[in-house]
């Protein structure tokens, strides 16, 4: 499948957390393959988007290399994903802005393909990932347009990003169940265990 035609698209990597399952570590720069989480997303969307953002809360200095802008939660003590979408929205540069969490490293540019090509689709409206019955609420692709009701929604208290993208008629890219590609290794355990699968 081709993105050729497709418009250009802010890329939005989340790794702005407090790393709790890691023990605390930040999450983007825990070694997996030889690397850090966040260069393998890199080396996956960086020939994808002229602007790549990552969100982040810590150690700036190295997850600068990695893209293009660097935004951070505007509160303290780590308020969730969605101030990362929340933040990278204020800054993206085009009109629709894909996002990842850095820990799915088995992600591929097939997947990230058919996201911007199912968004298309509806451009105005949020699109989400789903598989297994479930929301993928941190895998999507968000219209920037939508920013002030995402503003809107944040300061009325909403956290909850799937709950707020349903709010705001988002679409489903199903996804076959137990799709590998969608790997969460947001643990030592799950970062070990996917240790010997090539990605």
């Not at 499948?1 to 790794?15: F, G, Q, R």
């Not at 660097?70 to 003590?77: P, Q, R």
């Not at 088995?106 to 598989?131: F, G, Q, T, Y």
Request: hydrophobic share 35%; glycine share 8%; proline share 8%.
């Amino acid at each position: 499948m081709t993105s050729n035609h497709l418009p250009p698209c802010s890329i939005l990597l989340l790794a702005g957390g407090r790393g709790q399952r890691m023990g605390g570590q930040d999450k983007g720069l825990v070694q997996w393959h030889g690397e850090p989480l966040i260069a393998h997303l890199h080396r996956k969307t960086r020939a994808l988007s002229d602007d790549l953002i990552i969100s982040c809360n810590r150690n700036l200095e190295k997850y600068a290399p990695y893209a293009d802008q660097l935004v951070h939660d505007d509160e303290g003590d780590f308020p969730g994903p969605l101030a990362g979408i929340r933040a990278g929205l204020k800054a993206a540069r085009h009109s629709h802005m894909l996002v990842l969490p850095c820990d799915v490293p088995r992600v591929d540019e097939a997947l990230i393909a058919s996201m911007r090509e199912a968004a298309s689709l509806h451009p105005d409206k949020p699109l989400m990932l789903r598989h297994d019955d479930h929301w993928e609420p941190l895998l999507c692709v968000i219209p920037v347009a939508l920013r002030d009701d995402v503003e809107s929604a944040w300061q009325q208290g909403e956290r909850s990003p799937g709950r707020l993208m349903r709010q705001l008629g988002a679409t489903a890219l199903q996804c076959p169940d137990n799709d590998p590609r969608l790997a969460n290794l947001n643990t030592p355990e799950l970062l070990s265990a996917h240790n010997t699968v090539s990605d």
